[in-house]
Every structure is written in C-alpha cells, then in structure tokens.
C-alpha cells in the first residue's frame, strides 16, 4: 500500500513563505512525476507545479517566479517552497505522484494540507 504525507501548511500574511513537504512509502519500484495541486473553497482542483524523475519542472503561470518545487529521490519526498505569498494561494494543497508498482503504473494522492494567507 502507498502512502502521500503532507506536511507544511498553515497561515502566513500576504508577503510571507511555507515550505510544503510529501514523503512516499510503501510497496512501489519507482516514482516518475511528483506534483502539487490546490483547490480553493467552490473551485476545481488546478495543477500548482510538477517535477519529473530527471528534475524537469513545470508551474502554473500564476505561481511562476514565486514558488520552487524540488525532489529528493533518496528519500522519495517532493517539495514546494512558496515565496511571496498572496490571499489568492490560499487553498488545500495537494501532493501527487506517479508510481511504477508491480505490474501498472498509478497515480496517488495525499490527504491535502490548508495554506491560508491572509491580507
């Protein structure tokens, strides 16, 4: 069984930063693409930023310049630094991963972790 955990969220002022962190475990043979998506009260769930197994990224227009994903393979855990942070960030985040297990290939997601910031 896999297992997405979050950690890093909270409340910050406008202007301000968090560092959101998602570790994998359990039974998988390799993670391809990590990513971090949010969704804000009464919208759809959007794509923040993803990282593949080589270190290619790629961010929403709206968070580019200001947020930093990044992976440590060694220890199966992706992360996202938020800089600059604006009310409008303000959602449940996301982690989720692409995963080789024994005969497929699935993608899991985590619980979700709260990034309020306030004006």
């Known amino acids: 069984q896999v297992q997405l955990v979050e950690s890093g969220g909270g409340l910050v002022q406008a202007g301000g930063s968090l560092r959101l962190s998602c570790a994998a475990s359990?039974?998988?043979?390799?993670?391809?693409?990590m990513g971090w998506y949010r969704q804000a009260p009464g919208k759809q769930r959007e794509l923040v930023a993803t990282?593949?197994?080589?270190?290619?990224?790629d961010y929403a227009g709206s968070v580019k310049g200001r947020f930093t994903i990044s992976r440590d393979n060694a220890k199966n855990t992706v992360y996202l630094q938020m800089n600059n942070l604006k009310p409008e960030d303000t959602a449940v985040y996301y982690c989720?991963?692409?995963?080789?297990?024994?005969?497929?290939?699935?993608?899991?997601w985590g619980q979700g972790t709260q990034v309020t910031v306030s004006s």
């Open positions: 989720n991963a692409g995963m080789y297990i024994i005969g497929s290939y699935s993608n899991f």
């Open positions: 359990g039974r998988f043979l390799s993670i391809n693409v």
């Open positions: 990282i593949r197994s080589g270190g290619s990224t």
